[in-house]
């Protein structure tokens, strides 16, 4: 029993590389998305929303499936790999932007006219008055989607990717013990989001402190 | 609603005239290379020609002018939607006026001027604000609050900053709040603030918009101080108002404004004792049946 969750285990590494690549990818794309979402230019605006609308509107399994049997066996030379962490990091990128201008419309027009009446520039209106304020608010429900991600990532295992749900799969097609080996999956899970869950929550609590409002 | 300032409260009811120091202050200005002419004693610092703003189809500011001399400290009076503080907010671009320019220390910026972003920031870099709801960073200390811009856009050292910081601080009555965050201030102490946050850049000119209005009457009260002690200093001030206390007996002139128009301009105590429209008659009436 202890050496079948150990075969599981050996899928944890790819599904830890592809929740925090997707996610890395998500937190630096979905920046621009929102810059471009929240653009006082129309044209630009109408993209962004469309963009993000089209890719949340399709579900995870169907985007990865699109990079990799569409794209992959046309077009380009993917791995399953690959085409999952292209897959997840464009849906990140679209919830991101989301999460991101969820946080930045939170924050008083006051902080904007302060920093203008003080004649701070654009960079640093940004970098010291803007960003902090917005991660701040972005933070929990980033780190509830990074949770998401690290389940959505189990679709991976469709394409042929050894993750965890991967080795489960194989490991009930070998024993026929589905029931107790997806328990020890779903166990895996559980733990892998522990550390997330704790982390956000103490982030979370050390800015509340400074900036109890 | 209104807090009552009355003249008893009034530790010194004029302020003492500015002297030749002004002057000398201001050709500072005018060696910066502007090439405009020396001022004089009486010559605007401040002045707005033609300002006016709409929005869409509604006029909430017709074609303003006004002059401020420098020293002077100005209080614009009026009902609420009177224009008042679009009027203010105008003066440093952070509303952008549709018609007319404005000139502060020489540098002149037309509503038209599609290219102003250069003459903008030099027009700001002499004018300080300081809002009805403070606007303070929540994130930051106190300190750094008024340390932040000095570095950024004087480029002073943390060390000097830090020291103008302090000594704005002290001059606010605050010094023992440097390391609290803001939030932990109350509504008075945040706006007191804000304003050694604004003086810390050394403005010639301090633009206030409405800065008691979100707070209780005794609160207010010290803000009304530190802003007397300001304008004893000497600094030019632009003050949006509904202290009559303060209008009366601290500003030097004031500008009654409804519905988007100057109605009134003069000597405060000459323009709040004896009114010359009926407009103004019945706003001072409203305010003064406390």
Known sequence: ?213 | MLAKVTDEMDPFLTKPQVEESEASRLSIVVEGGIGAPAFGRNTAFVKLEGVGKSFGSHTVLHDINLSVPAGDVLAIIGPSGSGKSTLLRCINFIERPDRGSVTVGGITVRSEQTDGARQIDLLRRQLGMVFQSFNLFPHMTVLRNVTLAQERVLRRSPAEAKDVAMQLLKRVGLADKADQYPSRCSGGQQQRIAIARALALDPKVMLFDEPTSSLDPELGLEVLAVMRELASSGMTMIVVTHEMGFAKNVSDHTLIMADGRSIEYGPSKEVILNPQTERARKFLGAVSDR
């Open chain 1, 1 to 213: 029993m202890l050496e079948e969750f150990f075969l599981i285990l050996r899928g944890a590494s790819w599904t830890v590389s592809i929740t925090l690549l997707s996610l890395a990818i998500g937190l630096l794309f979905g920046f621009p998305i929102m810059l471009l979402r929240s653009s006082r230019i129309l044209p630009l605006r109408v993209l962004a929303i469309t963009v993000i609308a089209l890719i949340r509107a399709i579900p995870p399994i169907v985007w990865i499936f699109i990079v990799f049997f569409g794209l992959g066996t046309g077009v380009i030379n993917i791995s399953p790999f690959a085409a999952a962490l292209a897959g997840l990091g464009v849906i990140a990128a679209a919830n991101m932007a989301e999460i991101y201008r969820g946080g930045l419309i939170s924050i008083q027009r006051g902080q904007w006219e302060a920093a203008k009446a003080l004649n701070l520039k654009p960079i640093w209106t940004w970098r010291d008055i803007i960003l902090p304020q917005m991660l701040r608010v972005a933070l929990p429900a980033s780190a509830t989607y990074a949770i998401g991600l690290l389940k959505d990532s189990a679709i991976a295992s469709t394409i042929g990717v050894t993750d965890i749900a991967f080795q489960g799969a194989r490991l009930t097609q070998e024993t026929f013990e589905g029931l107790r080996i997806f328990a020890m999956v779903g166990l895996i899970y559980i733990l892998l989001s522990l550390p997330i869950a704790w982390l956000s929550r103490k982030a979370d609590f050390v800015l509340r402190a400074k900036v109890a409002r």
